[in-house]
């Protein structure tokens, strides 16, 4: 059973379209990170969410920590293509840092 | 800064060969990762160090070694390659629980 569970997999969406991806666990976090990883490259930090109900900001983007602590939500508004790329959720567990399977954003245009 | 570097970017190996794939990192982090990338996949922990000295298994440690004889450095080691080694592999540091910072990868494939 993974830590950290993401979804969509996968999701195909048209240039000006809003989503939703969601890091969702059964355990209780101090603080969540998400990240972006473009083709060929190594992940990218976008932001780190430490307080329950906390939302955050990042231009489109817009990430909530749940209120108990245990799940994240990642919105984009208007999607462009250079949103395409792989979205990872990923806590720190002791000195690791666990990540989700990732969800697999393709914008088109 | 360089960040964290790391190197070769591709390598194609026979089953059975060793090989090391190195990373330094400039950012005088304690903390240094080697993770691994299927594709399409999310990263599996491989080993991590806290600090010069000090190693410890990650998720899926099986057919790799690691050392950490200085803070800079934190080459990892295939002894014997296998077909199920074939991946991408990234190396990453951090100073204790901040942004981890990633190098660029190294794609691997074992024929």
């Known amino acids: 059973t993974q830590l950290l569970e993401q979804s969509p997999q996968f999701l195909s969406i048209q240039e000006g379209e809003n989503l939703t991806v969601y890091c969702n666990s059964s355990s209780v976090f101090s603080s969540l990170q998400w990240y972006r990883q473009e083709p060929g490259e190594g992940p990218v930090l976008l932001v780190t969410v430490v307080t329950g109900g906390e939302v955050k900001k990042l231009k489109r983007l817009t990430f909530q920590f749940g209120d108990a602590r245990k799940d994240s939500s990642l919105h984009i508004t208007a999607a462009q293509p250079g949103d395409t790329g792989l979205y990872l959720c990923?806590?720190?567990?002791?000195?690791?840092?666990?990540f989700g399977a990732g969800t697999i954003l393709r914008v088109k245009s | 800064n360089a960040g964290v570097t790391q190197t070769p970017k591709f390598r194609i190996l026979k089953i059975g060969q060793s090989m090391t794939l190195q990373c330094a990192q400039d950012m005088n982090h304690n903390y240094m990762y080697w993770y691994r990338q299927d594709p399409g996949m999310g990263l599996k922990l491989i080993y991590y160090?806290?600090?010069?000295?000090?190693?410890d298994k990650g998720e899926v440690p099986n057919g790799y070694n690691v050392s950490r004889s200085t803070t800079e450095d934190f080459p990892l080691r295939l002894e014997l390659a296998a077909p199920s080694q074939t991946s991408v592999y990234f190396c990453?540091?951090?100073?204790?629980?901040?942004?981890?910072?990633f190098g660029p990868g190294t794609r691997l494939t074992v024929l």
């Open positions: 160090s806290v600090g010069a000295g000090i190693t």
């Open positions: 990453a540091s951090t100073s204790s629980g901040n942004t981890q910072y």
């Open positions: 990923a806590v720190f567990y002791g000195n690791k840092l666990v």
